[in-house]
């Protein structure tokens, strides 16, 4: 069975959690401890050059890093991945369109924000990460005006790995109100069948250990 190396709070291993839902694939979940530096390494330990997680482990053993690699290995074959070649640079697009311009700003905001409790602390980096992370999102928003999805009636691994961090982008301190086509898209993807919101630690499908 599949086992996936996750983090409750973590938007990149949701990311995950989301498409495995969605393709109904059995797997089993091992809660990695992001505070403990010890214990992380502990678990990751010859799993990933990265340290990080999210991290999967297939059947035979091998396994793989980076939270957009494992959901374009696991779409491979699904409806979440188009077959024509310039769909899937499409897909691509979107997915670096992700690492570089939204993650870095949503989920570090969120992270000082939720998790770190840091807000006060990183006040001035933080008005950094409204200001890039804004223009990510108004991007995103003139891009959502006219589809229902990110490459059109369909949604796809863009979707997903998009979705991951900006349906908790308030969390961070964002104001979704001005994105009204994102704020649509939003829903439109926690209607899909299939669909499991981050925290549900009890969703069907993966046994839980902890580590
Ligand atoms: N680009 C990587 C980022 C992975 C990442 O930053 N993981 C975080 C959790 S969201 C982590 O393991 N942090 C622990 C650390 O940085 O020490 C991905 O998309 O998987």
């Known amino acids: 069975m599949l086992r996936l190396y996750d983090a409750p709070l973590s938007g990149n291993c949701y990311k995950v959690r989301l498409l495995l839902s969605h393709l109904e694939r059995p797997y089993e ?22 340290g990080k997680v999210p991290v999967l482990e297939l059947d035979d053993g091998r396994c793989l890093a980076e939270s957009n690699a494992i959901l374009w290995y696991l779409a491979r074959g699904t409806p979440f ?23 870095p700003n949503l989920a570090v905001a969120r992270q000082w924000v939720v998790i770190l409790k840091e807000a006060e602390r990183h006040r001035e980096a933080l008005k950094a ?5 804004g223009t990510a999102l108004s991007v995103l928003d ?12 369909q ?3 863009a979707d997903v790995s998009i979705y991951a961090y900006t349906h908790v982008a308030e969390e961070g301190g ?7 086509a994102v704020r649509a898209w939003l829903t439109r ?11 549900d630690a009890e969703a069907p499908g993966p046994v839980r250990q902890e580590r």
Do not use: C
Not at 43 to 50: A, D, H, M, Q, V
């Open 29 to 50: 979940r091992v809660d990695v401890n992001l505070l403990s530096a010890e214990s992380r390494r502990e678990s990751l330990e010859g799993r990933t050059p990265i």
């Open 155 to 157: 949604p796809s691994v």
């Open 81 to 103: 991945l188009p077959t024509d070649p310039f769909a899937q640079a499409q897909t691509l697009q979107w997915m670096f369109f992700e690492q570089n311009n939204l993650e």
């Open 174 to 180: 964002f104001d979704l109100e001005p994105y009204a």
């Open 189 to 199: 993807m926690a209607k899909r069948p299939g669909h499991v919101p981050m925290e």
């Open 129 to 133: 990460k409204y200001e890039a992370g």
């Open 142 to 153: 003139r891009h959502l005006e006219r589809r229902r999805f990110l490459l059109g009636q």
